[in-house]
């Protein structure tokens, strides 16, 4: 059973789109996510907005890319969302 809220829709994101994001994400600097004054071993790319958990400051940063824009576009489509993503995280 789903938790709610969770929309699973399959195949929301085609082969060629995935490989192209993969491609792209390749290319990024992920840097270690510092928790409670450490760094851990998850490592992050932020896109939009980045919050900083030492000093508990939001920062703005480069823009999502086009492909990443319209991946959430895709995704609030497909939720009966509005689009109103300002910011996205790799990991």
């Known amino acids: ?4 809220g969770l929309h699973y829709v399959p195949d929301v994101v085609t082969p060629i789109q995935e490989a192209a994001l993969l491609v792209q994400f390749a290319v ?8 409670r004054g450490r760094l851990t071993r998850r490592r992050v790319h932020p896109f939009g907005w980045a919050y900083h958990p030492t000093n508990k400051q939001v920062t703005q940063v480069a823009p999502m890319p086009d492909s ?11 939720c009966a969302m509005d689009n109103a993503f300002q910011q996205a995280t790799v990991t």
């Open 1 to 4: 059973m789903a938790p709610e």
């Open 28 to 35: 990024l600097s992920p840097q270690p996510m510092p928790i």
């Open 68 to 78: 990443l824009v319209a991946l959430c576009h895709t995704c609030c489509e497909c």
